[in-house]
């Protein structure tokens, strides 16, 4: 079936200097385009730029952002995020939209820094492993963290509870 | 040096004047996954849900894929993100719970496009404002949902 509709989104973190990140991410669909930039600065993660640029507004329904997006400086990536950045680009004469965009972007930085941690974890308590969805010619997951550094890693309160990999432990 | 990046791809496609079915995937560095919904048109109701978790961390993720059809049943409405998101992403896997609320939000706004660009063909000179607020009228449940600002 051919389709009628389509989205797509592309975020990225990168490294500008120890430290210092730039997370870019994209948004497209066939009504609406935005492009979020926002870098971000070690050790607080306050977020020290964000231009938030719409590409198409086919509807003529979003605001200006710029003086929104300047309200950003400052912001931290970390628990209480999600209020302060929804006071400061949504409402009624902001952007919910740009605000759950611009909150992925946050989530992303957290997620690549989260990275090298599950790498170690994999490395340390790496377990062969076999799905019953993966295959049956290629697999996709040869490894993963096992049960006993789940368990460690479950002790970590931000963890515990969080989703159906550390519930039960 | 680029440390991680997030790519996700969701497809609307209308079945029939009743039905509407949106695929989705999302990949980065930890996961990939991919999530398909129907939902019955007008009345907004899901149907169905299908998943899979392609790539994953740990042994115990394939279990969320339990909780995922908890969503049968419910409605496209101002209250669904945030069950998505408690009921699913909790239970479940929050970065499935992500791409099925982009899911949802982009099988409605799919709905919105469909009917804005049929209504252009009738009037070349539609305002897009005043289609947006005769289409809000009609689908009041999505009044608080589109998130089209």
Redesign the interface.
């Given at each position: 079936?051919?389709?009628?509709?389509?989205?797509?989104?592309?975020?990225?973190?990168?490294?500008l200097e120890k430290g210092l990140?730039r997370i870019n991410q994209r948004s497209e669909?066939?009504?609406f385009s935005i492009e979020v930039t926002l870098e971000v600065k070690a050790p607080a993660l306050d977020i020290r730029r964000a231009v938030l640029e719409v590409k198409r507004d086919?509807?003529?329904?979003?605001?200006d952002l710029s003086p929104l997006s300047e309200k950003l400086i400052g912001v931290r990536v970390g628990p209480g995020m999600t209020k302060i950045v929804r006071g400061v680009l949504g409402g009624p004469d902001g952007?919910?939209?740009a605000a759950?965009l611009v909150l992925?972007a946050m989530e992303?930085?957290v997620?690549?820094i989260?990275?090298p941690e599950?790498r170690k974890a994999?490395a340390m308590g790496g377990?062969p492993?076999k799905?019953?969805?993966?295959g049956p010619k290629v697999f996709?997951?040869d490894v993963?963290?096992?049960?006993d550094m789940?368990r460690k890693m479950a002790a970590n309160p931000r963890l515990k509870?969080?989703?159906?990999?550390?519930?039960d432990l | 040096m680029l440390d991680y990046s997030r790519c996700k791809s969701i497809g609307v496609q209308k079945q029939g004047d009743n039905r509407r079915v949106v695929s989705g995937v999302l990949e980065d560095e930890l996961y990939a996954m991919e999530c398909e919904i129907s939902v019955d048109w007008p009345s907004l109701t899901i149907e169905s849900v299908q998943t899979r978790m392609k790539r994953f961390t740990t042994s115990r993720c394939p279990r969320a894929k339990e909780v995922f059809t908890r969503a049968e049943g419910w409605k496209i409405d101002s209250e669904l993100d945030g069950k998505i998101k408690k009921e699913l992403g909790r239970y479940g896997c929050r970065h499935m719970a992500v791409l099925m609320v982009d899911c949802c939000k982009t099988l409605a706004r799919a709905e919105l496009a469909r009917e804005f660009r049929a209504a252009l063909e009738e009037d070349p000179n539609l305002e897009a404002r005043d289609f947006t607020e005769a289409f809000l009228q009609r689908h009041p449940d999505l009044k608080g949902y589109l998130q089209l600002r």
């Open positions: 079936m051919i389709l009628d509709f389509q989205m797509n989104s592309l975020t990225t973190v990168e490294t990140w669909d066939n009504l086919t509807l003529g329904l979003m605001p952007s919910d939209r759950d992925e992303m930085l997620n690549a989260t990275v599950l994999a377990v492993y799905a019953e969805n993966d996709l997951n993963v963290v096992g049960e789940v509870d969080s989703c159906a990999a550390f519930r | -």
